[in-house]
């Protein structure tokens, strides 16, 4: 698990319960971010370096106000417009992928190499992540049954977590 001063936002890596499931974990280097920019047609700039970076860091599911506070802490010159911007640029792109969990504020997480599903807590906004090759040939046959061919899909899931159902 990871530790973050803003439990509201934490991503939980849960240890795997069978063999059906798998858990999303994966680094990306800084010339693997620099790909991500030239794919986009963009300059390589220290600034959208350091978004992307910052972006990347921990891995954790993050709202353009907290990314913008995150960047202004190592470089103040990087304005809020200039982080949105590139944001939404991003999610355009699929580089980025949008999470609008219920009726908390829109995340942004790097769009993984490998797809991963989501479960939210509605009672502390924890955040876990998940693979699971049954949803995933499941969703495969609905699509193939009404003859669509998916291109991607975003799943998010809502409940209470152990730890807040204990506390009730």
Request: include cysteine.
């Amino acid at each position: 698990m990871f530790n973050h001063s803003n439990r509201q936002s934490e991503t939980v890596l849960p240890i795997p319960s069978s063999n059906e499931t798998s858990y999303f974990d994966e680094s990306w280097t800084e010339e693997d971010l620099k790909q991500i920019i030239r794919k986009m047609n963009l300059k390589v700039t220290p600034q959208r370096i350091l978004i992307l970076q910052t972006l990347h860091e921990g891995r954790v599911h993050i709202t353009a106000q907290e990314l913008y506070e995150k960047v202004q802490k190592i470089n103040s010159d990087v304005g809020f417009a200039t982080v949105y911007r590139f944001l939404k640029g991003m999610a355009e792109a699929r580089v980025v992928t949008e999470l609008r969990m219920g009726s908390m504020p829109t995340r942004y997480e790097l769009t993984p190499k490998k797809h991963h599903d989501h479960m939210t807590c509605t009672a502390c906004g924890k955040i876990v992540e998940f693979q699971n090759k049954n949803i995933e040939d499941h969703q495969e046959k609905v699509a193939k049954q009404y003859g669509f061919k998916l291109t991607h899909h975003v799943l998010e899931l809502y409940g209470i977590c152990t730890s807040c159902q204990m506390k009730k």
